[in-house]
C-alpha cells in the first residue's frame, strides 16, 4: 500500500527517542512519514533537521519542505509529535475523516483577533476587571501591536507575501473579517481598580482606542494541520517569511494557510473535534490525568481504547507513557 499523503511529525524538541516509537504506531496506517527534528544530528532518511525556534515551528515547515515535497503527493499532513491521532484514521480513509477533497486543505480552526473569546482551543490568560467579573484574553495578540515588525530589519522580504489590502481581501474571501483590535482584546480588560488605580487612569485613554494590526493576521490551534498539494509550495513559503519576522506560529499557520488555499475545512465544518488539554494549572493537570485514567500511562491501552468520536488527542507526552 503506497498511500498519497506524507505523514509528517513537528517536534518541539530535540526528543530523538520518540522517532522510533512513532514510527513503529503509525508505520501500518501510513506509507510515507517524515519527522522535522530540531537540531538532529543523526542518520535516519527520513528525518529532517531543523533550525527555528518552536514559538514559530512554523519555520520547520518551510526548512524541511524540499526534503519532504514530492509531486505525488495530494496532501502533507502535519501533526506535533506529542499529538496522538485516532487509531481509526490512515493513509487511505483520512479524506473521509477530514472532509478533504485533493485540493482542499484543513486546520481545527480558523478565530478573527478582534473580539475574540474563544478559551477552548487557544490558551488564553484571565484578568479581573473594576468590577471584578473575570475577563479572558489571549496575551499574544498584543504582540502584533506592539512588538511584531512584519517587514523586519534585516530581512529583504518586502515582496515576499501578498499586500495587506490583498491578504485582508483573501482573509475576507475565506469567511474571516480582519479589524482593528480594542484594549480588551489586548489586555483583558481594564486592571482592578483596587490594586493598580494609577495605572487605569494612564490606560483610560487607550481603553477606548483601537489598534490596527501589523498585518492582517488569524489565529488557530495549530498542532494539526493538512495541506494539499495545490497550496503547499505557497504555504511553505509563506510561513518562511513568518518565521524571518519571529511572528507567533497560531498566528503564521492558519494566515499562511488561508492566503495559499482555495478552501480549508475546519471542525465546525465537519461536526468531529479532538481533544485538547492545557496543563498550566492545577485544576488543568487534575482533568488531564482524571480523563487518562483509563489508560494507565499505557500507549497500547490508549490505542485499544481510543474515544471513536474524536479525531486526536493532545498531548500524550510519550515520553511518560509505557510504550
Same mark, same amino acid.
Given at each position: 500500500m503506497e498511500g498519497k499523503v506524507a505523514l509528517i511529525f513537528v517536534f518541539n524538541h530535540k526528543y530523538d527517542r520518540n522517532i522510533d516509537i512513532l514510527e513503529n504506531l503509525y508505520k501500518d496506517r501510513f506509507s510515507n512519514i517524515y519527522h522535522l527534528v530540531p537540531f538532529y544530528d543523526g542518520d535516519k532518511k527520513n528525518v529532517i533537521s531543523v533550525y527555528e525556534s518552536s514559538q514559530y515551528f512554523q519555520g520547520y515547515l518551510a526548512q524541511g519542505y524540499k526534503k519532504y515535497f514530492q509531486e505525488n503527493y495530494e496532501h502533507y499532513f502535519f501533526i506535533g509529535d506529542d499529538l496522538i491521532l485516532n487509531p481509526a484514521i490512515n493513509e487511505t480513509n483520512y479524506k473521509q475523516y477530514f472532509h478533504l477533497s485533493e485540493d482542499s486543505c484543513y486546520i481545527p480552526e480558523v478565530h478573527? &483577533?478582534?473580539? &475574540?473569546?474563544?478559551?477552548?482551543?487557544?490558551?488564553? =490568560?484571565?484578568?479581573?476587571?473594576?468590577?471584578g467579573k473575570k475577563q479572558w484574553y489571549w496575551c499574544k495578540i498584543k504582540d502584533l501591536v506592539q512588538d511584531y515588525g512584519h517587514k523586519a530589519y534585516g530581512v529583504e522580504n518586502t515582496n515576499e507575501m501578498p499586500s495587506d489590502q490583498e491578504a485582508a481581501a483573501i482573509i475576507k474571501k475565506h469567511g474571516y473579517d480582519v479589524q482593528s483590535v480594542s484594549y480588551k482584546d489586548l489586555h483583558g480588560d481594564v486592571l482592578p481598580l483596587t490594586s493598580a488605580t494609577l495605572k487605569y487612569a494612564l490606560h483610560l485613554k487607550s481603553y477606548f482606542k483601537e489598534f490596527k494590526l501589523a498585518y492582517p493576521v488569524v489565529g488557530s490551534y495549530s498542532d494539526i494541520v493538512i495541506v494539499s498539494k495545490q497550496a503547499?509550495?505557497?504555504? /511553505?513559503?509563506? /510561513?518562511?517569511?513568518?518565521?524571518?519576522n519571529k511572528l507567533f506560529v497560531e498566528f503564521a499557520i492558519p494566515t499562511?494557510? &488561508? =492566503?495559499?488555499a482555495d478552501q480549508v475545512i475546519t471542525e465546525k465544518n465537519i461536526g468531529k473535534r479532538g481533544i485538547i488539554y492545557w496543563l498550566y494549572t492545577k485544576p488543568e493537570i487534575e482533568k488531564y490525568e482524571e480523563d487518562m485514567k483509563p489508560y494507565h500511562q499505557n500507549l497500547a491501552e490508549l490505542m485499544a481504547n481510543f474515544p471513536e468520536d474524536k479525531l486526536y488527542i493532545h498531548p500524550i507526552? &510519550?515520553?511518560k507513557w509505557k510504550v
Open positions: 478573527s &483577533l478582534h473580539n &475574540l473569546t474563544n478559551n477552548d482551543t487557544l490558551r488564553f =490568560l484571565p484578568v479581573k476587571s473594576i468590577i503547499i509550495t505557497k504555504f /511553505c513559503h509563506y /510561513c518562511g517569511v513568518f518565521a524571518t499562511a494557510l &488561508l =492566503l495559499a507526552k &510519550l515520553s
